[in-house]
C-alpha cells in the first residue's frame, strides 16, 4: 500500500512528476516529503512510488 | 528609555528566568518582509529572540499599509531598514542583521548559513517552493516554518500548523489562494504569523 497526503493512493511505478501531473500540480509549487526526506526536484522525474511508501505534497498557495 | 539591563529583566520576570535565557540566545532568520515575516520578526522581538535575520529585497510601497507593520513615514524606503527601525523602537536590545537581497536557489543557502530556523514569509507560491526545497534538499538540519493559504476573510480556525517532517512544519489553510482574486487581509495574515511566531518559540524552547 502507498500513502499519500494521509490516503491510500494507486500510483505503485509511478513516478512523482507523473503523480504531479495526474493531480494536476505544478511542480514549481510543491515540495515533496518521501518516507520522512524531501525529495530534490531533480529527481521528480526519476523515483517512482513503491509499495510501503509514505508521502507528502506539499502544495504552496500565493499570499503572505 | 529603558536601559538594556531594564529589558532584559522585565523579559525575565514575564516569561520566567530560563524561558527569557533561552530565547535570548536565539537567533532567527525572516525570510520575506511582507505581512507574514514583518509581524512574525515583531512578535519574535517582543517575545525577546536575541537576533533576527531580516531579508527582503522590496522597498515599502502603499499596497502594503493595509496588512504590514509598516507607517506611511516607510513609504519608499527598503523593508530591511524601515523594519529593523520599527523593531528598535519596541526591543531596542534585539540584534538585528539585514540581508537586502532577492533569495533564489543560487544565494538562498549562502544567505541562511548561519541560520538553524527560518521562517519562510514570501508571498509568491513559487518562491516559496524554491525556499522549502533548496535549504531541504541542500543542507542537513535547517528547520524552515512555511506558510501557504491565509487569503481573504475566510474562517479563522482554518488556518493551522503541520508537522510534514522534523525539519519541515507549513501553517496556514493550506487552499486559499492570492490566484484566485480574493485579497490579502490583516487580521487572516496576522493569524498565520501568530501560527508561525508561535510555532518558533516552541521549538526554540524543545516544545516540538
Known amino acids: 500500500m502507498i500513502r499519500i497526503n494521509g ?13 504531479l501531473e495526474m493531480k494536476g500540480y505544478r511542480a514549481d509549487v510543491v515540495a515533496v516529503e518521501l518516507n520522512g526526506e524531501i525529495i530534490s526536484r531533480d529527481s521528480f522525474d526519476a523515483v517512482r512510488f513503491v509499495d510501503g511508501d509514505s508521502a507528502e505534497v506539499v502544495r504552496f498557495v500565493g499570499g503572505g | 528609555m ?9 523579559l525575565s520576570m514575564r516569561h520566567t528566568p530560563d524561558v527569557c535565557r533561552r530565547l535570548r540566545e536565539a537567533r532567527v532568520a525572516v ?15 517582543r517575545c525577546g529572540v536575541g537576533m533576527l535575520h531580516l531579508i527582503d529585497c522590496d522597498v515599502v510601497e502603499t499596497s502594503n499599509l493595509n496588512r504590514q507593520a509598516y507607517r506611511t513615514c516607510h513609504l519608499g524606503k527598503r523593508k530591511v531598514d524601515a523594519l529593523a527601525e520599527e523593531l528598535l523602537t519596541i526591543q531596542p536590545y534585539c540584534r538585528v542583521l539585514l540581508t537586502h537581497v532577492r533569495m533564489d536557489e543560487g544565494n538562498a543557502v549562502d544567505i541562511l548559513r548561519d541560520d538553524m530556523l527560518i521562517i519562510e514569509a514570501f508571498d509568491d507560491a513559487a518562491a516559496k517552493a524554491m525556499l522549502v526545497n533548496t535549504v531541504l534538499t541542500q543542507t542537513k538540519d535547517k528547520v524552515v516554518i512555511a506558510a501557504s493559504g491565509m487569503v481573504g476573510h475566510g474562517d479563522s480556525n482554518a488556518i493551522r500548523t503541520e508537522r ?3 525539519r519541515l512544519y507549513v501553517c496556514g489553510d ?14 487572516r495574515v496576522m493569524i498565520c504569523a501568530g501560527h508561525q511566531a508561535n510555532l518558533a518559540v516552541r521549538l526554540i524552547l524543545g516544545e516540538e
Open chain 2, 164 to 166: 510534514v517532517n522534523r
Open chain 2, 2 to 10: 529603558i536601559t538594556e539591563n531594564e529589558m532584559w529583566e522585565m
Open chain 1, 7 to 19: 490516503e491510500e493512493a494507486q500510483v505503485l511505478g509511478m513516478t512523482i512528476t507523473e503523480y
Open chain 2, 31 to 45: 525570510a520575506g518582509l511582507g505581512g507574514l515575516g514583518s509581524q512574525v520578526a515583531i512578535m519574535l522581538a
Open chain 2, 174 to 187: 493550506r487552499a486559499s489562494d492570492l490566484a484566485d482574486g480574493l485579497a490579502l487581509m490583516a487580521p
